[in-house]
Nanobody, 122 residues
Framework: VQLQASGGGLVQAGGSLRLSCAASGRTFSTYAVGWFRQAPGKEREFVAT????????YYAESVKGRFTISRDNGQNTVYLQMNSLKPEDTAVYYC????????????????WGQGTLVTVSS
């Protein structure tokens, strides 16, 4: 599976962005897909994931109620709708795919996209 993240950019606090993660491969629907982010000088952290079979989403507490993850298996794409953005959301956002393992652990994710930069100005 190859992943391509896009949709990042510069936005003012309170604004919105939608990230996309486009995947290649016919088995995309069998993978859970997650978003992680890495802010300057910080470790990469879990943001959200969506399960492959149920489509159930899971979110980090810091983004719950503001971000929504969704997937379109027909288009081999996962989206991250980000609303009410804050300066602390500034980071490079990565999408990643896994078949099993822990939802929140990046070690569980086998395939990674290249990252897209989100900058939120105050």
């Amino acid at each position: 599976v190859q992943l391509q993240a896009s949709g990042g950019g510069l936005v003012q606090a309170g604004g919105s962005l939608r990230l996309s993660c486009a995947a290649s491969g016919r088995t995309f629907s069998t993978y859970a897909v997650g978003w992680f982010r890495q802010a300057p000088g910080k470790e990469r952290e879990f943001v959200a994931t969506i399960m492959q079979s149920t489509g159930s989403p899971y979110y980090a507490e810091s983004v719950k109620g503001r971000f929504t993850i969704s997937r379109d298996n027909g288009q081999n794409t996962v989206y991250l709708q980000m609303n009410s953005l804050k300066p602390e959301d500034t980071a490079v956002y990565y999408c990643a795919a896994r078949r099993g393992g822990l939802v929140y652990s990046e070690k569980s994710y086998e395939y990674w996209g290249q990252g897209t930069l989100v900058t939120v100005s105050s």
